[in-house]
């Protein structure tokens, strides 16, 4: 019932923003295909790929992260510092992983929701990649990993301060040095070792070869959902804390 009802929540919110929700998904990932794409990768070759079809699983890794991410952090600490109703979904006679839970699942559906779009763009540019359906769950199980980071970082924050200067040491770094826009192999082996230990990291290289190769990694899922259950154990560990403060 507590995560039905978060969901038909989020849901309404979703229907009644459909437009700048969308237009806010699409901005980012557009404007990287047309700058690394035809700006900066025409006849570039990454790993026996055209560098504008190499981009897209990282582009997708990475606007699922970021999506996923706001999605949630940002809908609570609002809730949080200005309407100050958090604590009364907190306080409800319901289950409190359930509703930690339902939060990260509808986080993790706009995240979903905006891959969807890229994949789109995708096919408006004229870029060719492989589409599957272990595509969508190692997509969702990313969303549903930062969508839970979100959620803690939320619910650890107490401004919006705190919250812009997790961003920036925290999701910035990871949007520019996880293998989104450019291979590993490139890196020093020391920042290559620190890179690969960040859950973008293995989001991009399950998505690039699930898309560009059709090869299931295993690896890099098995740590994705390792990062994503501990998150989610964290995630009910500060809800039970911010209840018992």
């Known amino acids: 019932m507590e995560i039905r009802t978060i969901l038909w929540r989020e849901f309404i919110f979703f229907k009644n923003n459909l437009f700048r929700i969308t237009s806010s998904a699409i901005m980012s990932p557009f404007l990287y295909f047309i700058a690394f794409g035809w700006g900066l990768g025409k006849g570039v070759v990454v790993d026996g790929h ?52 339902g939060n990260i699942i509808a986080g993790a559906l706009r995240g979903l929701y905006a891959s969807l779009l890229i994949l789109l763009i995708t096919f408006l540019f004229g870029i060719s990649v492989k589409l599957s359906f272990g595509l969508l769950l ?12 979100g ?5 650890v924050v107490t ?12 999701i910035t770094p990871m949007t520019f040095l996880c293998g989104t826009f450019f291979s590993l192999e490139n890196m020093p082996d020391f920042m290559a070792i620190l890179i690969r230990i960040l859950p973008l990291t293995h989001a991009s290289i399950a998505i690039r070869s699930l898309m560009l190769d059709g090869v299931v990694m295993p690896f890099s899922i098995v740590i994705l959902g390792a990062y994503f259950i501990g998150l989610l154990m964290i995630g009910v560990w500060v809800s039970h804390r911010e209840l018992g403060s």
Do not use: W
């Open 138 to 149: 190692v997509t969702f199980l990313n969303c549903l990993l930062f969508a839970s980071f």
């Open 50 to 101: 055209p560098y504008n079809q190499y981009i897209v699983p990282g582009i997708i890794a990475l606007s699922s992260m970021s999506t996923s991410f706001s999605a949630v952090s940002i809908r609570i600490l609002v809730s949080k510092l200005h309407e100050r109703s958090f604590e009364f979904y907190m306080t409800a006679p319901a289950k409190l992983y359930l509703l930690t839970l």
């Open 159 to 170: 401004t919006h301060y705190d919250m812009n200067r997790f961003t920036t040491f925290v």
């Open 151 to 155: 959620y803690i970082a939320a619910m």
